[in-house]
């Protein structure tokens, strides 16, 4: 029900609200004063408090090479945002724009678990201490990587005055353990900037609804997926497992090798050897000469002598369920029949 | 599956002997070791005869699939006037204990 009403909103707004396409920015320029479709860039990505400067490269989408250390509560300035916000021919419109970096550092008290989560600070313009808990990945020598992303929709683009990608000092936290430890560096290897400017503010609108549905779409996909399993497990005539557990239950099931039990059950032995098609071929010797007589696979395994066989056994079957079923019908007869003592009905 | 049933209950039973006859074989073997020799003897051709039954079994073409049709087949034939007649005796027993 929920689908088919985002889906009537979303066919309501497709043909009452205009100029919907979007004006997407993934080709950042990389030179100083470059031009990327209407908007001039800057592509300088500033360290501020560690002095260095970084080029936004070229590329689909723009990413930022650091590769340099990066000093404990220093931030990037990226400038190209506040110089899209001078231009005049952005005002008034809705953006939306996702950051991540990879990031670097080394400890001296790293345990040795491979999963341990941090927290990083990812500040911006908007979001204000937007903690991140990361999965952290170890290189080995005291070295981790993490990666680190921050998506955020503006309604209009006037809301941000300045854009901080901010990371402070990681505490690595070990399983099990309830101390932290604090990384002695931090290097920034690469920041990835997708960003997405909307040529109407209804744009925001379609592109949350065009989220719920998509939400909600794969809500639905994953219950159909579900129902399927479900369905798949009753429908699955499959029996190997319950065969394979059934053999192994009696595995534990071991007779001992004694003179008079074994007189005793040598019928039930004689009848197992009959439902096992493990075919041993015997052999006697006279004479100082040893003759193996083979089993029956010899002949049934050549050219076309497993149809043959299975013809036969087809002949088999059928005079064997023949008389199966008179038999059973004979002992209905005899069931049925009051003056037959063998089965009587007790006179309670 | 229908072989792994009769073939487990086979299993059980005969263990079931096993631990049955374990303290008379053990007097036996103790005491009569010549007797327990010569049931070991039979037990041993029986063993013989039995693991022969297989190789006839591969020469006839029969499958696994028939061949445990009719062991089920008589195994039901024959287990259910037992549980018949079981059932009879408890409630004779009931009728008797009732009065």
Request: charged share 15%; glycine share 6%.
């Amino acid at each position: 029900m929920k689908k088919y009403l985002i889906t009537a909103i979303l066919l309501f707004s497709f043909i009452f609200v205009p100029n919907l396409k979007a004006e997407k920015f993934n080709n950042v320029y990389a030179n100083y004063g470059g031009y990327n479709y209407n908007y001039v860039v800057d592509g300088i990505v500033r360290c501020d408090n560690c002095g260095y400067e970084f080029l936004l490269s070229y590329g689909s989408p723009p990413y930022v090479l650091v590769n340099s250390s990066f000093p404990v509560g220093s931030y990037y300035n990226i400038t190209a945002f506040s110089l899209l916000l001078n231009n005049p021919s952005t005002q008034n419109r809705g953006a939306s724009y996702s950051i991540t970096a990879d990031v670097t550092f080394y400890t001296d008290h790293f345990l040795p678990q491979d999963n341990v989560s941090g927290h990083i600070k990812f500040l911006n313009g908007i979001i204000q201490n937007e903690n991140h808990v990361v999965n952290i990945n170890n290189n080995g020598g005291g070295y981790y990587t993490f990666s680190i992303t921050s998506n955020v929709v503006l309604s209009d683009v006037s809301d941000l005055t300045s854009l901080q990608l901010y990371l402070t000092t990681p505490f690595v936290c070990g399983n099990g353990d309830s101390s932290c430890y604090p990384s002695s560096s931090l290097n920034v290897t690469n920041i990835n900037i997708d960003l997405e400017v909307y040529s109407d503010k209804s744009e925001i609108i379609m592109n949350n609804i065009n989220t719920n549905i998509n939400i909600t779409n794969e809500k639905l996909d994953d219950l159909n997926d579900t129902q399927n399993d479900i369905k798949d497990a009753i429908n699955n005539t499959e029996t190997t497992g319950a065969s394979n557990t059934a053999n192994s239950f009696f595995d534990n099931f071991q007779d001992n090798d004694f003179g008079l039990s074994s007189i005793i059950t040598a019928p039930l032995r004689a009848i197992n050897s009959m439902l096992s098609d493990n075919c041993v071929a015997p052999s006697a010797t006279y004479k100082g000469q040893t003759f193996s007589f083979p089993c029956g696979s010899m002949l049934w395994n050549r050219e076309g002598g497993e149809e043959f066989r299975n013809f036969i056994n087809v002949i088999y079957g059928g005079f064997l369920a023949y008389f199966v079923i008179r038999s059973l019908f004979l002992d209905v007869e005899k069931l049925k029949n009051p003056n037959n003592d063998k089965v009587e009905v007790q006179k309670l | 599956m229908i072989n792994s049933i009769l073939t487990g209950i086979f299993k059980l039973v005969i263990g079931l002997v096993n631990v049955i006859l374990l303290p008379i074989e053990t007097i036996i073997s103790t005491y009569i070791p010549s007797l327990d020799d010569a049931f070991t003897m039979v037990a041993m051709l029986f063993e013989n005869l039995v693991n022969f039954i297989p190789w006839v079994i591969s020469w006839t073409g029969l499958n696994s699939t028939i061949i445990g049709l009719i062991v089920s087949y008589f195994t039901f034939k024959l287990t259910v006037p037992f549980i018949v007649h079981t059932v009879k005796l408890a409630i004779s027993w009931y009728d008797k204990l009732k009065v």
